[in-house]
């Protein structure tokens, strides 16, 4: 692909037929996976600043998810003592926490709730190092659970974060990849959008 047709190519990703930015639902629900691939490629990786200290409300883009629970989730990040010994950095830190799957434009609901979430499936989130297995898009960051803490029965996951505009902190798009046998097998695209400030610090 020439440069021409790529720099051709990049709005039609990140606007709507209208030519108006895509909004969190829009990006879930409207946008094709086409569409969400070319931000995955020429997306900028977020600041861990705009990241830490935060908690994202997300949306798997399958709509399939709802039906096993997890159409809709919170993603948080922080700073704090390092859950791996090993690992890349400079590097932040995250969690999921589950929420009620409800309507995809009803409020984000922590589960069990608010006051107390549950906080599980931890991750290291830095920069891709360019040569390793976890490259596949080094424009992005990413989010790495085996160096997350969880054990031996933790997530076999990595994630692929990117900001969908670059002047927009906000907004984010994300692909998930299962590590099954030192395989990196693509599962679903996701959408973050921040919610609000936290103070947790692992």
């Given at each position: 692909m020439s440069s021409s047709t790529?720099?051709?190519?990049?709005?039609k990703a990140a606007l709507t037929p209208a030519g108006d930015r895509y909004d969190w639902l829009g990006v879930l629900r409207d946008m094709s996976n086409g569409q969400r691939e070319l931000i995955m490629r020429n997306g900028v990786a977020p600041k861990f600043d705009d990241l830490a200290g935060w908690e994202f409300r997300g949306g798997n883009t399958p709509p399939i998810y709802r039906l096993i629970g997890i159409r809709k989730f919170v993603k948080g990040f922080f700073e704090g003592p390092a859950r791996s010994a090993k690992g890349p950095e400079p590097f932040i830190q995250g969690y999921n926490i589950p929420a009620k799957n409800d309507a995809d434009d009803a409020p984000h609901q922590l589960e069990p709730s608010k006051e107390n979430p549950k906080r599980f499936g931890f991750y290291r989130v830095h920069r891709v190092v360019e040569g390793s297995r976890d490259d596949?898009?080094?424009?992005?960051?990413?989010?790495?659970y085996s160096l997350g803490g969880n054990g031996l029965f933790g997530p076999p996951l990595r994630d692929y974060v990117v900001q969908v505009y670059p002047d927009d902190p906000d907004l984010l798009l994300g692909k998930a990849y299962l590590n099954i046998l030192g395989l990196r097998i693509p599962t679903n695209y996701f959408v973050l959008e921040r919610l609000h400030e936290h103070s947790f610090r692992g």
């Open positions: 790529a720099l051709a190519e990049r709005p596949k898009y080094p424009n992005a960051l990413l989010l790495d």
